[in-house]
């Protein structure tokens, strides 16, 4: 079995996330798929044996909804992957508060949470992050935030408390200092 996140640009509502939901649990091969409103992303257990993710993507946007593009894989030119497992985030993403709209566009929590990581695992400057996570200075906003309110104490607890995460999210922990540019 196999889990893979979605993000759909185009979901707005409840009945969204259920349309997608039923849509998806009757492909062959999709043992559970569960959209959130809240973060636009769909979780998708399957197996690959049955179904890939080719055929839940096209089963979405045959739906009429637009699927964000992921960020690229990691490669030899340079491509910044994902820092953060599906498992880790499914872990860590309930401790977050929800988000507020402050000025300009709200970012995803996930997208700025996967720029920190970048940044805390390659040991660069906060200016030094990809450009793909979303402005540099969003990013230090958000972790100075986090860190301010104890939100970042509470991930650093639990990645400690995840046996099966704890070499992945190592990174968490010796990130908790005062915020520093």
Excluded: N
Aim: proline share 7%; glycine share 6%; aromatic share 8%.
């Amino acid at each position: 079995m196999e889990t893979h996140v979605f993000r759909v640009v185009t979901m707005h509502c409840d009945d969204c996330a259920a349309l997608i939901d039923e849509t998806l649990m009757a492909l062959p091969g999709v043992t559970s798929a569960h959209a959130t409103t809240r973060t636009r992303e769909i979780l998708v257990t399957l197996d690959p044996r049955l179904a890939g993710q080719d055929a839940v993507a096209a089963a979405i946007t045959e739906l009429g909804f637009r699927l964000k593009p992921s960020a690229p894989d990691p490669s030899p030119a340079g491509a910044v992957g994902r820092q953060v497992s599906d498992a880790a985030w499914a872990a860590l993403a309930p401790l977050l508060r929800e988000r507020t709209r402050r000025r300009g566009r709200t970012r995803d929590h996930r997208e700025l949470f996967e720029g920190i990581a970048y940044k805390h695992r390659a040991g660069v400057r906060w200016r030094e992050v990809p450009p793909e996570f979303g402005p540099w200075q969003t990013l230090y906003a958000r972790w100075a935030r986090w860190h301010a309110d104890g939100t970042w104490a509470r991930l650093a607890t639990a990645a400690r408390q995840q046996a099966d995460l704890t070499d992945e999210l190592s990174w968490l922990t010796s990130a908790d200092r005062p915020p520093e540019h």
